[in-house]
């Protein structure tokens, strides 16, 4: 039903005639117009997997329905996997996430900040430019009395700079959408989009993170940090930030129907394409 809700489909024609068999354990499913075999998980991210299908829906269940983080070594611990496996496990399921999440726009009233996964390496440089430190975007959309969080997008980002604002204004924020904010200089690019931008006094302290228009905000970026913190202990920033900042964003996302989000998840990764390892340690926080 994941793969093929509304029944077979052809994926080299797109036909709904079919014929099935077996060769070996192996089910094959024959496309009648054009004679294309195909199998359940060819051409999804579970093609070529020696795991049994309840292995992976086991894994999609504790990744989902644990309030904290699983880091992929005490995923390997409930599978009773070896780390390499839980470990391609764990990051196929983010990619899946990622992919869902990529194309999510806010709208109505929306709370942006800026913030950095990482810090700072023995003799590296501390501070905004630390090379062992990943810049991203976190913004929640709330109600008109900015009193209760609906949607998030957490992302990398480049740098904090006008081009970076600009692409991901493009891409998350519908264009009616009124944004509370600090007064970074780079976030002025938000109003040259026409978006309404509230720029609101920041300082110190408790009181500044619970002003309104940025409580909802700190709130999930202080959660955010608390989870990634406590679950990973080595996570390579410059590669898969954006993997672990979607996890967060899909599980904020969804979290108000978690019975749905196994099932949901599962068709997600069938309409994922194939990651093999390489690909998955070839991984970038952007494309192009």
Request: hydrophobic share 40%.
């Amino acid at each position: 039903k994941a793969r093929w809700p509304h029944g077979f489909r052809c994926p080299a024609c797109e036909d709904r005639r079919r014929s099935r068999f077996r060769r070996g354990r192996q089910v094959y499913y024959q496309c009648r117009a054009c004679r294309h075999q195909t199998t359940l998980l060819s051409g999804t991210i579970f093609e070529a997997t020696k795991l049994p299908l309840r292995t992976w829906l086991l894994a999609i269940h504790l990744l989902t329905a644990t309030k904290t983080n699983m880091a992929a070594l005490e995923l390997m611990r409930h599978l009773g996997v070896n780390y390499k496996a839980a470990w391609r496990i764990k990051h196929k399921v983010m990619q899946a996430m990622a992919e869902r999440e990529a194309p999510r726009q806010l709208s109505g009233f929306v709370q942006i900040d800026d913030a950095y996964l990482g810090g700072e390496r023995n003799g590296g440089k501390p501070g905004r430019g630390s090379e062992n430190k990943q810049a991203f975007l976190i913004a929640v959309q709330t109600d008109s009395a900015l009193e209760h969080p609906t949607y998030a997008v957490i992302e990398p980002v480049r740098s904090f700079d006008d081009a970076s604002i600009k692409d991901w204004q493009k891409r998350h924020l519908a264009p009616a959408a009124e944004v509370f904010s600090d007064g970074l200089f780079c976030f002025r690019r938000f109003a040259d989009a026409g978006h309404a931008h509230t720029v609101l006094e920041t300082g110190g302290g408790r009181a500044a993170c619970e002003a309104t228009g940025a409580r909802w905000v700190n709130v999930l970026l202080s959660n955010l940090k608390r989870a990634i913190s406590g679950s990973y202990h080595a996570i390579r920033h410059g590669k898969y930030a954006r993997l672990y900042l979607a996890e967060a964003a899909y599980r904020f996302n969804r979290r108000f129907d978690l019975r749905a989000m196994l099932p949901r998840l599962a068709r997600a990764m069938m309409l994922c394409k194939p990651h093999p390892e390489p690909v998955l340690r070839m991984a970038s926080n952007f494309h192009g």
